[in-house]
């Protein structure tokens, strides 16, 4: 795991504090999307069809550090959109960081030299690079030439210039198993920090559905991915033993959506990160109120082939804490790539999907909208 140390003593130490309280629902990483403008149009990317007043729509430094505050997560997962293009973001980053934070600062990193000094290095703070794959891989993914060297520049010179760097890999269907391993390597080569690495998962807003992953291709994919690396153990996964074992195939776990909370600018969303079936107006209305239980796969249509980590991760957390010995194995001998997989989790009882994202974009337009004439009037 190429997780620091400091981080791994105060997760866990927030998480054993939790479990004592005996606390059923927690946050473990706060997912922060400041914006949905991005300067890329990827084809798996839902966030850009929307509006362009939405898309003009910004969450302030104090709405940011607000949402900090009243979460608690240890852990702050600053996404969009592209963050970058947010001319507050390093002062958002600044508070979070004050506040002891761990910041994972997400990127394509077209700006991100540009952006580079307006950033300090620290124990607290990461940039999480987003490359699906190597320069083909890529720049096909992203629907754009270039990118992928732009960004292997960007991290080059964010490493010279002492920063943590993460990047944060999707896998879609048509990921080759020594492909993906080869460009593990390269990862490994550029002394990047850690890799995470997660299933593309097809939430309803994704304009190419053809390209998601069906839950039994994940696992056989991930095996095999993983068997070109002596079980993941070649490389420095930002991630959870047990939660590579999972997508492996070798665990049953349900989601854990509350585990990964995220306050976008319509507010705190229902029920996670990707799918946004209601809005909450504070984070424990968003804990209350939600009814989590209508949520997951094998519950709901949407999440039958969910398996990406902003779900899973905090299962695999909750796991490894009643089970740390079977945790420190996989870590040791690395994820079992052969044998029986473990039992999935049927589909017969889940309810139908619902369609509700155009109603709610609808009243966030209106909102907006009404917002706008407000202000207009007072101006008169």
Not at 361 to 379: D, F, S
Request: aromatic share 10%.
């Amino acid at each position: 795991m190429a997780i620091p140390f400091l981080q791994k003593a105060l997760v866990g130490a927030y998480v054993l504090r939790k479990h004592l309280a005996g606390e059923r629902r927690y946050p473990l990483a706060l997912m922060l999307e400041p914006l949905f403008r991005c300067n890329l149009a990827c084809a798996g990317c839902g966030k850009i069809d929307y509006p362009g007043e939405i898309l003009d729509q910004r969450l302030s430094v104090d709405e940011c550090l607000g949402a900090v505050d009243e979460c608690g997560a240890p852990v702050v997962s600053i996404a969009g959109g592209e963050p970058l293009l947010h001319k507050d973001m390093p002062a958002i980053v600044a508070g979070v960081v004050a506040r002891r934070k761990f910041v994972y600062l997400c990127t394509n990193a077209l700006l991100l030299e540009r952006k580079l000094d307006e950033y300090r290095p620290g124990p607290f703070f990461t940039w999480s690079v987003h490359l699906d794959g190597d320069e083909d891989m890529h720049d096909r993914s992203v629907c754009q030439p270039g990118v992928y060297r732009r960004a292997v520049a960007a991290i080059r010179r964010a490493k010279a210039a002492g920063f943590r760097v993460n990047v944060n890999c999707t896998l879609f269907n048509d990921a080759r198993p020594e492909r993906v391993a080869g460009f593990f390597d390269t990862l490994k080569d550029m002394e990047v920090d850690g890799i995470t690495v997660s299933p593309g998962y097809a939430y309803e807003r994704a304009p190419e559905q053809q390209h998601f992953l069906a839950r039994s291709r994940t696992k056989q994919l991930f095996r095999d991915i993983l068997a070109h690396g002596d079980g993941g153990r070649r490389w420095a996964f930002s991630q959870s033993s047990l939660f590579l074992d999972f997508l492996a195939g070798n665990q049953t776990y349900r989601c854990t959506p509350w585990g990964n909370p995220t306050r976008t600018v319509f507010g705190w969303q229902r029920p996670c990160y990707l799918l946004g079936e209601g809005y909450a107006r504070s984070f424990r209305a968003l804990m209350d109120e939600t009814d989590w239980d209508a949520y997951g796969t094998g519950r709901y249509e949407k999440c039958a082939d969910c398996m990406v980590h902003s779900g899973y991760e905090a299962s695999a957390v909750e796991d490894t804490l009643a089970h740390p010995l079977a945790a420190a194995r996989v870590a040791l001998r690395g994820v079992a790539t052969s044998g029986a997989m473990a039992p999935d989790i049927p589909l017969r009882d889940q309810r139908p999907a619902q369609h509700v994202h155009a109603h709610q974009v609808a009243i966030r337009l209106e909102e907006i909208r009404g917002r706008k004439a407000g202000m207009n009037g007072g101006a008169q």
